[in-house]
């Protein structure tokens, strides 16, 4: 055995943090459900562009308004919070697998880019589908939360646990993931993304977590109706989000596209598309998420 | 977390910890830094890094009998070289700037701008037998740097013991095997920067402080390539994928063409994928000790860290005369990441004395990865 004298606390740390108890590194998964009382689910997403299939780097015509091209690189965001509703409205809560890569605790990456040429930011491996068990019962909605629950918001994602060890859906501790993050490229070769995250956070450095609560969480409700797991897809239609932008301009001295800043006016369009308010832009009903 | 609240927390956990078999290696690994990925068919142990360490201090790795691993990755330099690039054992220039070996466990890939070369492993071989250019200079001299290696009396201890239970343990691949398991321990998390990261808002200056806060600013972009423990996007641990996260950038260093384009001395990843795109890009280093490993980029052409947030701030450099003249700024492979930022003097100052925060003087002088033949 290697002797560390002077480093004994450490390596008693990290013996403990193998039990999975250690708090830097994310919360832990609820406990499983007695398998005898649940009923196995699987929430299969598919990713749209105004219906067609999304590829990473094909370029779709008809986007936004005026309607230009749009060529996407990019489509992954987290999910928490899922559960499916009974006809009465009544909520069950699904317990997510833990498969040590996509689905930790209760949080879901879902991950449509698959790497490679077009996708260049991304990895090839995907994450289409939420896999875990549920109540006994008849379902016919399902809700989950868009977005990274304040607990585990503000990790360092290169030594956080699957799903958030990728630095590419982080920003820095302070203001934490990027819950949504959709890049591609609009009309006029100009760039257009999305990327969806807590504002405002407070805090005397951007490398440590906030000191109190974001001004804006920006953490979406979805809820489905008229929908079965077992026969079902959830679509996830950048077309719907994008329809009222236009992809082929930037404001000046904004981030390109609508990158969640507070006065970034390209997201006074798409922020109430994900259901969410923007500055003094009213929320309205969500269309990322629809049952086809 | 404080130490207390350390130490508490290990006590109450202390019953599900798992008893550590005799002789298993353990990490000594910083606060916050997660324990790396070990290829299945080297697992670390001692004796392997001890051998490691000696292998990579030992001229007899040369094939003129000159220069060691250490010649270009040099301690004091936070096992960098500090020249512009390296020079070979028998005088040919090598073209890219020898990379700082530090924390080179976390990796996804190694080295400037080769995305086949995944493990230190490899890694080894290319310095060592590479012949374009001549680096060590062993190709083909395979068996004489083994008999060179069993001639010496105490590397015969340490073979058997680094590769226990094999007949003969003196190869090529075992020589790589204990040069990767010793890399694997030039680990660098002692920085002023870290004990501000644990609490100690005394560790950096007030100008180190502000210099952090533009590095992770949105204004500047550092962080999106330069982010996480070992403030580089490629990246990779036992929690990652095995191909960890790997990423190339081109961040408008050069456009000799008005296209574009890269030296043809040098193109980048372009040179493996044949990829258009990859023109120019390379992998984000870490940014630990850049106050010790000038000058920069993977050419070294860059002689100072101002220099260097200079070039970024316009966006990309713009070279005015001579065979590489060209506006890098107007690279069309530019990162989307590098579009130019306007910084005032004293910024820039403060993003330097940021820099210069994460020297982890220890690292320079540890007396654990020093010259054992000395």
Redesign the interface.
Known sequence: ??A?PT?P????????A??G??P?RGVDAAPPADAAATQAVTLRFAAKVNGEALVCGHTYANVGTPATTYTPNDLRLFVHDVALITAAGARAAVTLAQD??FQRGELALLDFETGG?AC??G???THTEITGSVAPGSYTGVSFKLGVPEAMNHL????A??PQ????L???WRSGYRYLKIDGIGGAAN?FGIHLGAIGCPGS????PPSGPCAAANVAEIALTGFDAATNLIAVDLGAVLATSNLATNTINT??GC?S?AGDPECDAIFPRLGLAHGSTPAATQVLFGVP | MTWIAAIASCAVLAACTAPTPPGAWQWDLPRGFPEPRVPDDNPMSQPKVDLGRRLFYDARLSGNQTQSCSSCHDQAHAFGDGRQTPIGSTGQSVRRNAMSLVNAAWNSVQTWANSTLLELEQQALVPMFGDRPVELGLAGMEAVLLDRLRAVAIYQGQFAAAFPGETDPFSIGNVARALAAFERTIISGRSPYDRFQAGDTRAISASAQRGMELTFSERLECHHCHSGFNLTNSYKDVDTAPEGFVHYFNTGLYNVDGQGGYPASDTGLVELTQQPKDMGRYRAPTLRNVGVTAPYMHDGSVATLEEVVDGYARGGRLIATGPDAGDGKLNPHKSVFVPGFAITPAERDDVVAFLRSLTDDELLTDPRLADPWR
């Open positions: 055995m290697r560390h480093r606390v450490i390596a008693g740390l990290l013996a403990a193998a039990c108890g250690d830097q040590g890569r040429t260049d930011m990895t090839t491996a360092d994602a290169s030594t646990q699957p060890n990728d630095t590419t982080w920003w820095v760039p450095s951007t490398t440590q981030a390109p990158l800043d």
